[in-house]
Every structure is written in structure tokens, then in C-alpha cells.
């Protein structure tokens, strides 16, 4: 699996290739598409144009189980100008293939869940309609939905001491300085669901897994598509790495294939592939 992880990374992390509109955005859109339908899925493709006329596409893999109450479970593919993205979000774009590679396909899952690969994340279409998240949240029937699951940044990680910074500095004595987990984020509202989620992750690794559920919000905590699904009222969770509050390659030319941790990628995949399943 980390094998694999860091061939989906190396492929899609190279600079400008995922920004919206660019040169080689109908080729990104292409792969990640083709990717799935290897993995033996036939995605829904949900196409729109912006308000630049540019195509966007969403890519939904929609497994059906025995409940058809859903679990989605998604991450943008795009990146933020001309940087090559590599945590940002092609560590999310890999997990989730990894995922559909290492699901049992034999198997019939208790809740139905759909994995998303979302477009339009990053600025200029960050917090507006042109956000794949927002275009899909506004097609689910909200009555159905049990929690939205957001990867943004999962791949960066330090055991150097100091190596991780929070918006509130109280928090290091809480979660520690060392860089070496993902963190599950989420409001109030979402809080009985996010606790049922982590609590499933945070058994199969206890230390590797934290959670920060607040009854207020502040800027930050709604920074990815999670934050198109709180808009409705529908419980969502964000994991991350916690972005530039350890990965200082953040939006830069340095967030490259070689920075991110694929032993502990490869470790969500299952952790996930277990949630689902089980």
C-alpha cells in the first residue's frame, strides 16, 4: 500500500497540474477518473461550469450497503495556484484510492457510503458555490446523510520536537509539540457523530488519532469542504495533519512527493477501510 500511496502522490503532485483551468486540468481530471474505473469502480461524474466557464468535475464512488443511511467520505483533488500539492490535497486524493484498492468488494457494508473527489477547493472559489463540496452537498438528501468525512492534509508528519504549532497555544499542552498524528476536528453539532468516528480510529490506534470538537467556531476550523456541509446542517468531520500548523511547505513550491509519510498514510487507509467495514 505505501508503495502504491506514493506512486498516486508522485503522479499527481507536480506543479500546476491540478490548478482549475490550467493547461493540464482536463488531463487531472482525466486520470483521477481512469484511476478509479482501475480500482473496478464506475464513479458519477457531476459536471458543472464555473463562473469563468471553466469545466469542474466531482467524482463520486457510491457503495451501496445494507442501511442506505451514508457516510461520505471526501477530499479536493485541486491545488492552490502552481504548487505541486502534495499534502495539499494529493495525500487525501491517494488515501482515497487507497481505500477503493483495499475494500473488500465481496463484502456488503452495513451504511452506504459514497467517497468523493472533490474540485474547487482552494482560492479563488474557497468559501463560494464553485466548490465541489458545495455542489455536491446541495445534491444529498440530508435526511440520509449520517456524517461527512473530510481529509485535508494527511500526509506530514514529525517526530522532532516543536515540530507542531496550534491557533491557540494552550493546545500544546494538550495534543504536545511533536508533529505525529492526525487530528479529527469538528463543531458542536457534529460532535455525537465525530465521537462515534474517532472513537472507532482512535481504538485501532489510540496515539495516532486526537480530536478537537469546540463548541464555538473560529477562523480556521472550517478551512476545506467540510465547512458546505455544517452550512446545512448535516455533521461533518475534518482529519488532518493540521496543514500549516506543522507543514511550513503549505501553499509553497516545497510540498513535493518526498516530504509526506507513507507508512503513516498507509496506516489511515486501513484504519478507514476498517471503519467502513466494520
Known amino acids: ?42 464513479p458519477k461524474v457531476q459536471v458543472w461550469q464555473n463562473e469563468s466557464g471553466i469545466e469542474c468535475k466531482n467524482f463520486i464512488v457510491s457503495i451501496e450497503g445494507k442501511n442506505p443511511e451514508t457516510y461520505i467520505l471526501g477530499g479536493h483533488y485541486d491545488t492552490y495556484e502552481e504548487t505541486p500539492g502534495a499534502d495539499d490535497n494529493a495525500s487525501a486524493v491517494a488515501v482515497l484510492l487507497g481505500v477503493l484498492k483495499q475494500l473488500d468488494k465481496q463484502k456488503t457494508l452495513d451504511y452506504t457510503w459514497e467517497i468523493v473527489f ?7 472559489y474557497f ?27 494527511v500526509g506530514y508528519f514529525s517526530e522532532e520536537a516543536k515540530s507542531q504549532d496550534y491557533p491557540f497555544f494552550p493546545l500544546r499542552w494538550i495534543y504536545g ?3 505525529n498524528f492526525l487530528l479529527g476536528v469538528s463543531n458542536a453539532t457534529s460532535r455525537k ?6 472513537e472507532v480510529l482512535q481504538q485501532r490506534n489510540k496515539n495516532f488519532y486526537k480530536k478537537l470538537f469546540l463548541p464555538f467556531n473560529f477562523s480556521g476550523l472550517d478551512w476545506s469542504d467540510h465547512r458546505n456541509y455544517w452550512a446545512i446542517g448535516i455533521p461533518a ?8 500548523f506543522r507543514n511550513k511547505n503549505y501553499h509553497q513550491a516545497e510540498d513535493t512527493f518526498d516530504t509526506l509519510n507513507y507508512a503513516k498514510m498507509s496506516l489511515l ?5 476498517f471503519l467502513m467495514e466494520n
Open 1 to 42: 500500500m505505501q508503495a502504491y500511496l506514493e506512486d498516486i502522490v508522485k503522479q499527481f503532485a507536480k506543479p500546476g497540474f491540478r490548478r482549475v483551468g490550467n493547461t493540464h486540468w482536463n488531463q487531472c481530471m482525466q486520470d483521477i477518473e481512469q484511476e478509479i474505473k482501475s480500482l473496478g469502480f464506475s
Open 118 to 124: 472533490y474540485s474547487s477547493e482552494e482560492p479563488p
Open 127 to 153: 468559501g463560494g458555490p464553485d466548490m465541489g463540496s458545495f455542489k455536491h452537498a446541495s445534491t444529498v438528501d440530508k435526511s440520509l446523510i449520517k456524517c461527512m468525512i473530510c481529509l485535508e492534509m
Open 177 to 179: 509539540n511533536r508533529g
Open 193 to 198: 457523530e465525530g465521537k462515534k468516528i474517532m
Open 237 to 244: 468531520l475534518m482529519i488532518t495533519d493540521t496543514a500549516m
Open 269 to 273: 487507509v486501513k484504519d478507514l477501510v
